[in-house]
């Protein structure tokens, strides 16, 4: 039994070791058409809830050089981006705008972002009422001016 536990330990230090050769993306290519004339509560909001997930300005943690954490964090990342990227919100197309900015509205109210294990690792992510509000409220109304015609929806 000491034998079998001594040759998994072994197996996985090696595997460990091993995995911080696996190169992981962690860069932030340039923003090309940040997002303007947000106000400043909000766009404070968005930095220190949002940005490390959906914009190129990505402050990596220590931990996001560490296998196989760093693969997760990258992943999270490219993911983040893909979704939602703030440092190309102004290269988008309105109807997409608008297509985020109400997504945006569903899962802050929902509480599904910022996600709970990001929460977890950075306290200062939190949303208490008050933000959660001014970010739905912000969304809401930058909707309506990107869909003209469209009330906000309260």
């Known amino acids: 039994m000491r034998s079998m536990l001594r040759w998994t330990g072994l197996g996985v230090a ?3 070791l091993g995995a911080q050769l696996v190169p ?3 860069v932030n290519p340039p923003a090309s058409g940040p997002l303007t004339g947000v106000p400043a509560s909000v766009e404070q909001t968005l930095r220190r809830a949002c940005y490390d997930c959906h914009s190129r300005e990505t402050v ?4 996001s050089r560490i296998a196989p954490v760093s693969w ?3 992943h999270d990342v490219a993911e983040g981006r ?11 197309r309105p109807a997409r705008q608008a297509k985020l900015l109400a997504k945006i509205v569903e ?3 929902e509480g599904e ?3 709970v294990l990001y929460r977890v690792m950075h306290p200062e992510a939190r949303l208490d009422d008050d933000a959660q509000s001014a970010l739905v409220d912000w969304a809401e109304r930058a909707k309506a001016l990107v869909t003209p015609g469209e009330p906000a929806a309260r």
């Open 107 to 109: 899962e802050v109210r």
């Open 24 to 26: 992981v993306d962690r």
């Open 113 to 115: 972002m910022p996600p």
């Open 82 to 92: 893909e979704d939602l990227d703030f440092s190309t919100w102004a290269t988008l």
């Open 72 to 74: 997760l964090v990258a």
């Open 14 to 16: 090696i595997f460990l």
């Open 60 to 63: 990596w943690p220590w931990y």
